[in-house]
């Protein structure tokens, strides 16, 4: 019987057969084990030197990592953990071969591991990276169909910009320049006059000369729609959309979390409701003490830790030197590589310090949050943080201007904690059409461009709201991913499309 590492231990004592591709084999003289990788795990197969005819034996021995392979064999209890199960081998085929893999078990660094992105695919990492990744998007989609939200699909090819013009992908459109879209909103809010409740689901692309750890130029964003809700019902949706994936997650990715090293309990701790601050209030934090010591504590174990890298690099290089075996020579050089890594990280990090406690103690409130800030603020609360009401003036036109200050939007961001930052971004939206013409003017766009949006507030308007939450970021808190870039499949970022040889 064919069955999945997932499903072998309710085999026990049973004949199946397993498909897959060589992890590791580990020869130790009586008994060797070979552990098989495929999609839902890794089986650990017993080859036993005295119950397996010899030419079976020696070629597991020799099997190359990443070899495809077809095994058969008993299943039994694992020899040491008591939950699991193993497979004493007793036939083996080799499906196809590898020669020469370039992903050892060897640390490498992820720069490389990026330009090998295809094979890097079917790592540990990445594959419990994708495995959450993919029940995340589940999770969201079941959350608005059980909770009456119609899917409308919204075009990527789009004639104007919706969240400013300098963030633009140009096409060739027939000779006719189009955009590749930053958003689905605009349209998101036509379907919302027609059916009251939508969202939109698809990749979206953003031209932004940012390399940081939270930017991609391609990634995938949710848009619900919400007519007749204001700024409370719609922090409401989004507080509940969050939680609702977080329960999926801890439901079913324990065991993907620890291979990621994101403890369960940090997601456990999460509760509803999110806390709420102004921006205002965002502003005072900012300029206050707190803020400074944070950064300057950040600054002295920041520190600390570039010491102790620098000792452990040099007392690792000595050990390569005295070194007898290539191997583990290059064993060493490959944590050295990655200690390098996390080195030159630090510096950068250790050098923005100072300018983060500048941008913070000197932050203009009416600015937009940047990213330091807002990892200031969200490290700052131990749950997800709304801020809202920003000035307008560093908002997108399409914000409905608040009644009783119109220096500001009725708005929200909600920023992730641990410093993780902005996963999404909402608001209510202008629904008269003289205050959208006025804005319309005020940034400089082509009233042309947005005619038929504008025919929304000239037939039957009303008051509605929705937000955007990107895939990605939320995918990183989630996992505990130190840069966007591991979030996604193959990631797209200012200068880098993996996997492509440099
Ligand atoms: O805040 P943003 O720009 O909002 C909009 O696009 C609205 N039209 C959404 C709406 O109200 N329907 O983007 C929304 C979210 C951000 O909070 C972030 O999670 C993600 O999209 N995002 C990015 N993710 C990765 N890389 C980038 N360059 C991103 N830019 C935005
Ligand atoms: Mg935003």
Redesign the pocket.
Known sequence: MLVRAAELKSHLGQDVTLQGWVYNVRAMGKVSFLFVRDGTGISQCVAARDELDPETYELVKRLSQESSVRVKGKVRPHGNYEDQAELLLEGLEVLGGSEGYPITPKPHGIDFLLSQRHLHLRSRLPTSTLRVRASVIDEIRAFFNRNGFVLVDSPIFTPAA??GTSTLFEVDYFGEPLYLT????LY?EAACMALERVYCFGP?F?A?K?KTR????E?W?V?P?IAFADLDETIDWAQRLVDAVIQRVLQDHRVDLEVLGRSPEDLERIQLPYHRITHAQAAEILHGPQARQLLERDLESKLLRIREIEKEIEEKEAAREAARKPRQREHLTGQVQQLQTELEELRIEVKNIPHHIELAANFDPKSDLGGSNESVISRLHDRPVFVTHYPRECK?FYMKRNAQDPSRVNNF??LAPQGYG??????EREDDLQALLERIAEEKLDVADYDWYLDLRRYGSVPHS?????V???VAWLCGLSH?RESIPFPRLMGKVYPRKE
Do not use: C, N, P, V
């Open positions: 919706a969240e930053q958003t689905g909103q998101a979206t953003r932004e940012s939270r930017h991609l130029t990634f964003m848009e729609e997108a961001d909600l902005e996963i999404i971004g909402g608001s929705g937000f955007g939450m990107g990605e970021r939320l966007i």
